[in-house]
């Protein structure tokens, strides 16, 4: 199809699965199931870290730390007792177990004890960058990459507690990594159009800063649509596929994750 053709195409597709009953089999449905802002970050982005994997499981995954939580994730993080962590000891999802869901228990009770919203940890230094252009990343991607590795850092910084097998679950732009996951929530959390979608909650962060998510269904419509040419599925695919969809919407580029994914996951494609 042209070029005119495919725009119009996703244009369509994004507006029919960007919308509430799409999300319903979604672990974006997770984080929908609370009002409080803190809860919403921190089941969604639970959610999106352990979303690999049949999309039911994932549900019942997630849904099984709310449920160790006693349904308040919020207060638990930030009150629970030495006692209340050993019910945590039996879960585990893929490669993901009590070791790693214990360190995050950890690092959120430390973390909400100083801060108010979880933004603040992606943005402690990439609100400061000098926008300076180099000739090679954008500078809203630059912001994006810089607000990653902070993440990163800080997640991992707990030097007394942290278990280095727990790194493997926190994707960072230094190691090349697509980070899906955290792109992810990272567009649940940022982008508002009121769809009844994402939730638009962190206003430091804008969606044409925003990198695609590249999951697999993602990948192979892009590579089917002659939207991504690079060969490996990375950090530096993930900014080709934004910079190509960027050309279609400036503003807001990543809304057409909705079109990629829905084309993927209900097998258009």
Known sequence: MTQPELIDFLNLKADQYNRPSFIEHDPISIPHRFSRK?????????????AWGKRSVILKKTTELVELMDGTPYDFVRNHQESDLSRFLAFKHRTFNATDALYFLHFFRQYYRENDSLENAFLSCAARMPQIEDGSIPATQRTIESALMTFHDRFCGLTDFFPERTRKHIATPARNSSCKRLLMFLRWMVRNDE???DFGLWKQLRPDQLVIPIDVHVNRVARQLGLLTRPQTDWKAALELTETLRQFDPTDPVRYDFALFGLGVEGEM
């Open 38 to 50: 803190q809860d919403i970050e921190l089941m969604g982005f639970w959610a999106a870290i352990l």
């Open 195 to 197: 769809r009844g979608v």
